[in-house]
Structure formats: structure tokens, C-alpha cells
């Protein structure tokens, strides 16, 4: 991984996937459906599915964070010893 735009490319698309596992794998456990979890976000059915497939990429912010909540997750960042959370 020495070229610099290959390990970028790469980074990214792992990202995707890594998010499009973990909703899945937060639906899985929360028994929710896409239907289910759209209606809660207010999005279609077809970003939720895309989401999850690693087909869709682009996820506003709000949209973001209310899937996150409906999932009853929560999203923290971090930075040396201190650490935020955006939901609780």
C-alpha cells in the first residue's frame, strides 16, 4: 500500500463497507426491518437498503444521525483522552 491515491481509494471503500456491516448488523440485532427503519429516519426504503448493500454512499448528516438513533446506537468521537458523544 505504498501509493498514496490506491490506499486512499482503499480506505474509503472499506469505510463504506465497515458502515454497511454494522447497520446490518444493528438491524439484525434490533429485529428492524428496512421498512421499519426508514420510516423512523424518514428516508425510503431504497436508501436503507443501499446503505446496507454499500451501494449508497451518500448519507446526509441529520439522516446519519437518526439512523444511528434509531438503531439506538450512539456516535462519539475522540481525540487523545477526551471523547464526545453526539447522541445519548
Known sequence: MKEPKWRERFE???AQFLLSEIISGLMQQEKMSVRALAR???VSP???NGLRTGTRTNL???NFLGL???L???VTL???KHSYS???
Open 40 to 42: 423512523m429516519v424518514g
Open 78 to 80: 475522540e481525540k487523545g
Open 72 to 74: 439506538g446506537a450512539k
Open 60 to 62: 446526509t448528516f441529520k
Open 68 to 70: 444511528v438513533s434509531a
Open 12 to 14: 474509503k471503500q472499506y
Open 86 to 88: 453526539l447522541l445519548d
Open 46 to 48: 431504497t436508501v436503507i
